[in-house]
């Protein structure tokens, strides 16, 4: 069994999950913020929709390089018929009100190559719950099951966080322009945003996963804080 902790470029912790202080750290508005009634509902109706087997998650942002749960496989996967897109207004963990930054979504459309992790059986649950903490605090995804590639050809059900596009924080302009100037000068509780696409851009070449979109991004915004600091 492997658990992965932080990786520099992010200071959220599995401490933060498990002791459950992931809520007051982020400090969400009363009215975007899910109980624990809610994020339990979430969890077990995604669970009642499960097919038999093990349970996979399908990681395509941070997950990539700060899992925070216990797994006991990880391999690249490919994702059909999905695209990201930093879609998700960031108003705590990487921005502000004020300044917002942008995250990772899953939007229609494309492929997606990402890293798929098998839970432990007999922790599988309680993993669920962690992630579920750090996913689902303000309901902007939506928790489907989705058939992955994986690397040696191998088809599994995963668990796939989409972006919920009638959450509030939902934006439908997520070209390269709009996201690098946001997430050039935006930071929030768990770091800048900026840092969070290159080290989504970093952890996907350390995989030899190309994403055009993502390195657009992350050249652009460096493009960006250029001027900022002229």
């Not at 919920?164 to 997520?174: F, G, I, R, W």
């Not at 070449?205 to 493009?223: E, H, N, T």
Request: proline content about 4%; aromatic content about 8%; charged content about 20%.
């Amino acid at each position: 069994m492997t658990l992965r902790e932080m990786h520099p470029m992010g200071n959220l912790t599995r401490k933060d999950l498990v002791d459950g202080s992931i809520r007051s750290r982020l400090a969400m508005p009363a009215d975007l913020s899910w109980t624990d009634a809610a994020l339990e509902q979430s969890l077990n109706a995604t669970l009642n929709a499960r097919l038999a087997g093990s349970i996979w998650v399908f990681a395509y942002g941070s997950l990539i390089w700060n899992p925070l749960i216990a797994f006991d496989e990880h391999r690249t996967a490919t994702l059909e018929g999905w695209r990201r897109s930093f879609c998700i207004r960031s108003i705590s963990a990487r921005g502000t009100p004020e300044q917002p930054g942008r995250v990772l979504g899953l939007e229609p459309g494309g492929n997606t190559q990402g890293v798929a992790y098998r839970l432990p059986d007999d922790q599988a649950l309680n993993e669920l719950r962690l992630l579920w903490a750090r996913e689902m605090c303000s309901g902007v995804y939506r928790p489907i099951w989705n058939p992955l590639v994986l690397e040696n050809g191998e088809k599994v059900q995963a668990i796939v966080f989409a972006a919920n596009t009638e959450q509030a924080l939902y934006e439908a302009d997520a070209s390269v322009p709009t996201v690098a100037r946001l997430a050039a000068k935006a930071a929030g509780v768990f770091g800048s945003n900026a840092d969070y696409i290159l080290g989504l851009d970093t952890a996907l070449a350390d995989r030899g996963i190309s994403d055009q979109y993502v390195s657009q991004i992350a050249q652009s915004m460096r493009r960006f804080q250029r001027t900022l600091t002229a």
